[in-house]
């Protein structure tokens, strides 16, 4: 059995939906002690557990530990055979997340996975669900993930209330990608929402993005409106080049004014695309297990190695051992498998 500390670098839930997915896939038991022992509230949060569960789900795994402030669990995976899941996370925890722990078990599958999964879908501390449509899916098709995402209805925090649908069908097998280089960038896309706000809201979103990214061509940003159990807004970006794919959002926060939160993402996106790196800083840690296990060599260029893709590369190797290198590459840092 795999022993992996959740405590170790970043610490945080990202170790453990690491853990649960690569052993899912590689059929290898996994016992994490430690989780999230340096957060204010250690151990298991729903989400977490909902994680755990729908991964666990998947790959008809025996778990102990499951619990809400559980600090230790033991993942002992069966085999991948697909189906239609549902899971809820019951509170406005991050159906993003969720989806993360369950993508690539999903892809490997024998049989198409059909998801719905309920909870948060735009959330601090987490993607919003449309970062993981425009920007993250996307990406993934390149390694040879194929899956459909469809929006239910949206969820704020604190009261959720949303669910999407996640169809992912059987990859053959993941394939290497070289992110070396962006190409040119064919256009910037993006959407500004709200729920239960007024249309206005969305508006100066949009129109604070559009301003501050005039200097740019093909640049279109859509307009969406729903009604909900919970409020709230948000804008997400995405620069589509030939080769990759860059994102940024902002969400709404009481206090902040609309065009400030369209034009923060906007000066975000820029600065990410001034860097010269080919995957953004929200994107790198969840590449990284695709990259691992591809056959081939992948790489990657990110502006730097952050806390969490340090951390994704400790837990990634301990099931597979080295699978990276790291080197610097004209002020950025090129990730690549070895």
């Known amino acids: 059995m795999i022993e992996i500390d959740g405590s170790h670098g970043e610490g945080g839930g990202q170790i453990l939906r690491t853990a649960v997915s690569l052993a899912s896939v590689l ?27 729908a991964a666990a789900e998947l790959c008809d795994a025996e778990v102990e530990g499951l619990y809400v402030g559980s600090n230790a669990i033991s993942f002992e995976p069966g085999q991948l055979t697909g189906g239609d899941f549902e ?66 209805s949206r969820g704020f ?6 669910a999407i649908i996640a169809t992912c069908a059987p990859s053959g097998g993941l394939h290497a990608v070289d992110l ?37 061509n093909r640049v279109k940003v859509q307009s969406q409106i ?11 970006l995405a620069a589509r080049y030939e080769h990759s794919i860059l994102g940024e959002s902002t969400l709404g926060e009481k206090g902040v004014r609309a065009e400030t939160i369209g034009e923060s993402c906007a ?13 953004d800083e929200h994107g790198l840690d969840q590449l990284l297990p695709y990259m691992a296990l591809a056959d081939g060599e992948s790489t990657m260029l990110a502006e730097e190695l952050t806390e969490h893709a340090k951390t994704n590369i400790w837990v990634i190797e301990r099931f597979l051992g080295r699978r990276f290198v790291t080197s610097e590459d004209g002020g950025l840092v090129r990730i690549s498998t070895v």
């Open 27 to 53: 059929r290898k038991s996994v016992h994490v002690s430690n989780i999230r022992a340096g957060r204010p509230s250690p151990g298991l949060s729903p989400q977490h557990l909902t994680s755990i569960e």
């Open 226 to 236: 729903t009604s909900g159990s919970s409020t709230g807004a948000g804008i997400v």
């Open 157 to 162: 925090y604190p009261e959720g209330g949303g």
């Open 180 to 216: 070396g280089t962006r190409g040119d960038l064919k256009d910037i896309l993006g959407i500004a929402f709200a729920q239960n706000l007024p249309e206005h809201v969305v508006t100066r979103m949009k129109h604070s993005a559009l301003k501050s990214l005039v200097n740019f």
């Open 267 to 279: 000066i975000d996106l820029m600065e990410t695309i001034d860097s010269g790196a080919t995957v």
């Open 87 to 152: 899971f809820d996370v019951g509170t406005a925890g991050s159906v993003s997340l969720v989806l993360q722990t369950c993508l690539l078990p999903a892809s490997i599958s024998k049989s198409v996975v059909r998801m719905r999964i309920r909870g948060g879908t735009d959330v601090r501390w987490s993607p919003p669900i449309e970062y993981v449509a425009q920007v993250h899916i996307p990406q993934l098709e390149r390694f040879g993930v194929s899956c459909e995402l469809d929006i239910e």
